[in-house]
């Protein structure tokens, strides 16, 4: 019995991923959707442990793009890329192996990429990055913060950017940690991550972001997961398969 073809869907809003996945059910029946994911992050993870045939990215998603999540991505599949902006270079996308779908959804188009996909199966392994380059070149930067407003006690701080090594989720709290001292945000990891330089702040784990710099050293524990250390931080941090990519080289 042949296996089932399988997708993932990723796209923060839900009323606009649960109509995809109507539209899906209707024109390709046979197709699993393995995953749904609201946000960037979620979708590595997901398209890591999955390994679906057919991946629909959103591209603007909280805590990753979907340009970013296809760019770290290391498991083949057929990519179909989600905009509500025509402005993002509809011929770059025409000439890459992959597909775009603007919202909303029409019937007629995403019939059309249904047939695209499936001519294409199985999935096989595609460079998207120049294809990605050339798209991310086109996006309006979004504002990096420079500066912190977090409470130690019941004192407020303002913590510069360039002091932090950490930002950690603990339970309702976000943790931003210097080299002498921590202190707290109400703001989780998710709305973080897209106003931090992606070359200076790198995601770890579903809950920790870390500054490159302040990375002391990489080791895979006794069951072969990696751990990192900073400096200035005791404890080591796991990093999560999705994001093992990042210390291949190391």
Known sequence: MTAPITALIAEDEEPQRTELRG???RLWPELAVVAECDNGISALEAWTSEKPDVVFLDIRMPGLGGLEVAR????????????AHDEFAIKAFDAGAVDYLLKPIRTDRLTETVARLRSRQPATQVDLT????????RLKPVETISWITASIGDTLRMIHIGEVILFQSEEKY??????TDC??????????????DPEVFWRVH???????????????????????????IADPLRVS???RHRFRAM
């Open 183 to 196: 202190a707290y945000i109400r703001t989780p990891l998710k709305d973080l991550m897209p106003k931090l």
């Open 241 to 243: 398969d999705a994001f």
């Open 130 to 137: 120049a294809l990605i380059d050339s798209l991310t070149g």
């Open 23 to 25: 539209m899906l059910a």
């Open 174 to 179: 976000t943790r931003v940690a210097t080299a």
């Open 206 to 232: 579903r809950n920790a972001i870390v500054r490159v710099s302040s990375i002391r050293q990489v080791k895979p524990d006794g069951d072969g997961r990696l751990l990192v250390w900073l400096h200035g």
């Open 72 to 83: 770290q991505a290391g498991s083949p599949a057929q990519v179909v890329f989600i905009t």
